[in-house]
């Protein structure tokens, strides 16, 4: 098939779901929208406007961080309750303070675009067609005969590995172990109709809203609690050095750390608790310019391999804790919802059109107009974390899915009524190597970024990363339907079926497909 002569794709052949394979590559293009500034900068920009830091050009070396063992020396340091550091435009007077990302208020209105158009939904998207593809892929199996129970979880297992070696080795951002680590709990689910399969995902989407609100309860208890502590500490430590008025700065310093740390030994146990959590989250809630510096200049001028040990902190744990049963809440319940989705025809085009007409043309609006009351509020007053967890977060956890299957509706309604066709064609070969394309995406923007290639990390604004996106899109919508022409797979999900199969089908096609003929390629779970 060539793109001159694309014939109308409808929602479903005989060998495949042509909406899953458009909606996979619209989620596939539509995800470099938010990871570019992943890419491009330290992730504390990622969706925040207000993350300031210094130009690197304007200051000199900054503090060595304080190793691991350094801080464990003295583990009742936090006791002293020191003073916070003073500003290092204190110590760098010609220090240029900027705002990550953002040179002009185009740059605003880009992050206020995405927020409502795209941000959280496209990974929401990918998130749904990973859960389909747990049922076409299990269900395509029986059908030929096979036993979907080992191949299932080898691919899993593969995917796993893939997205630590992704994760590890470019770029800390992959959603790939994630989706891996969730997927060895979906596959029990495969059985369940598509109506039980809804109310299972509509029980953890529950269950994840009250581990947010009694998580908001525990935090405002902390901050009020803490406060109150934190000022009975340095009330009673101040008492207790208010005659030592004639000793030497250094001899007053050590005097007042003495006497803070005493005080903090005189409460239980849980008000120390308290007291070291509210400290901590009050630290870890503000500005940290240094450490946003710190990460500009490690990734746009260091070696490679100090970004290898640097995301191997920042991932190890985390990764441990996705393997958990907790981290199958966090998103296993839009996977679920996705293999109800599959069953009951959604990506298929088997639902009444009215209601794909209801979910593209009037739930988006309306969600839109939401998305953008809540984006608006984040920006006006950022930072009220409790009022965040309480409402902000619980409604966009549920408006999110709302759009992103409002965009899945549209692109159904595309390909039912012949719409698009040359794009469509397009996209479905995206989606068809969706895998490749999104590791492609990483190969790139690290290369452009990163000091192995062109070091352009934390210079490049928001508007001028849009631009990239569109470079990197371009790229994919050609290469795609050129590399398919060719091939029956993208290249990692060829190695992907060979592992998975344990036997390599051929690299190459051994004929051309005829004109208007759509080729069985690998049904991606992702």
């Keep these: ?28 293009l539509g995800i470099l929208l938010l990871n570019i500034v992943d890419f491009g900068w330290p992730n504390e920009a990622y969706n925040n406007p207000h993350v300031l830091y210094y130009d690197p050009a304007s200051i000199g070396p900054l503090p060595e961080k ?24 204190r110590a760098h007077p010609s220090a240029q303070v900027r705002i990550a990302a953002v040179k002009s208020g ?26 389909a593809g747990v049922i076409y892929l299990t269900q395509r199996t029986i059908d030929d005969g096979g036993r979907p129970l080992w191949l299932y979880y080898r691919r899993i297992l593969i995917l796993l590995v893939i997205g630590a070696m992704h994760a590890y080795l470019v770029w800390h951002g992959d959603i790939l172990f994630m989706y ?8 029990p689910f495969r059985r369940f109709s598509s109506k039980t399969l809804g109310w299972i995902s509509l029980g953890i989407f529950l269950l994840v809203v009250s581990v947010i609100w009694t998580a908001a309860a525990v935090i405002h208890h902390m901050q009020t609690r803490g406060s109150e502590l934190e000022k009975r500490v340095l009330r ?40 070291r959590g509210y400290l901590s989250m009050r630290s870890s809630g503000g500005q940290r310019p240094e450490e946003i510096t710190r990460k500009i200049r490690m990734y746009g001028e260091g070696s490679y391999f100090g970004m290898v040990k640097d995301r191997a902190k920042e991932l190890f744990f985390m990764h441990i804790g996705m393997l958990t049963p907790l981290g199958f809440l966090s998103m296993g319940w839009l996977m679920i919802l996705g ?50 967890m309480i409402l902000l977060v ?24 012949g719409y698009f066709t ?86 190459r096609k051994e004929t051309a497909p005829a004109a208007g003929t759509i080729v069985q390629p690998e049904a991606l779970p992702a």
């Design 236 to 275: 009673n430590a101040n008492a207790t050095i208010a005659s030592k008025t004639d000793v030497s700065t250094e001899e007053f310093l050590k005097a007042r750390g003495d006497a803070r740390l005493a005080a903090v030994n005189s409460l239980q146990w849980a008000d120390q608790l308290i007291l």
């Design 422 to 507: 040359g794009l469509t064609w397009r996209l479905s070969h995206v989606g068809r190597m969706a895998l490749s394309n999104y590791l492609a995406q990483s190969l790139i923007c690290t290369f452009l970024f990163y000091s192995f290639g062109l070091g352009l990390f934390g210079q490049v604004s928001r508007v001028w990363l849009f631009i990239i996106v569109l470079g990197v899109w371009s790229l994919e919508l050609w290469w795609s339907p050129k590399w398919l022409a060719n091939h029956s797979f993208g290249p990692v999900e060829w190695i992907w079926r060979g592992l998975a199969y344990r036997k390599f089908p051929p690299f």
């Design 394 to 417: 619980p409604l966009r956890q549920a408006l999110i899915p709302t759009l992103s299957l409002g965009y899945a509706s549209a692109i159904v309604l595309a390909l039912k009524g």
């Design 66 to 89: 304080p190793k691991e063992e350094e801080k464990n020396k003295d583990k009742d340091a936090w006791k002293r309750m020191a003073d916070p550091k003073p500003d290092m435009t």
């Design 339 to 388: 293999m109800s989705l599959a069953k009951n025809g959604f990506f298929a085009g088997k639902w009444p059109i009215e209601w794909y007409r209801v979910w593209a043309f009037r739930v988006v609006p309306a969600a839109w107009i939401a998305e953008a009351f809540f984006i608006l509020a984040d920006y006006l007053w950022p930072g009220t974390r409790t009022l965040d």
């Design 180 to 187: 891996a680590a969730i997927g060895l709990y979906l596959y």
């Design 1 to 28: 098939m060539s793109s001159t002569t694309a014939a109308p794709l409808t929602a479903t052949s005989k060998t495949r779901v042509l909406g899953l394979d458009v909606i996979r590559g619209v989620a596939v």
């Design 106 to 131: 185009y740059d605003v209105a880009e992050w206020a675009a995405m927020g409502v158009f795209f941000a959280d939904k496209m990974r929401t998207l990918f998130c749904i067609l990973f859960g």
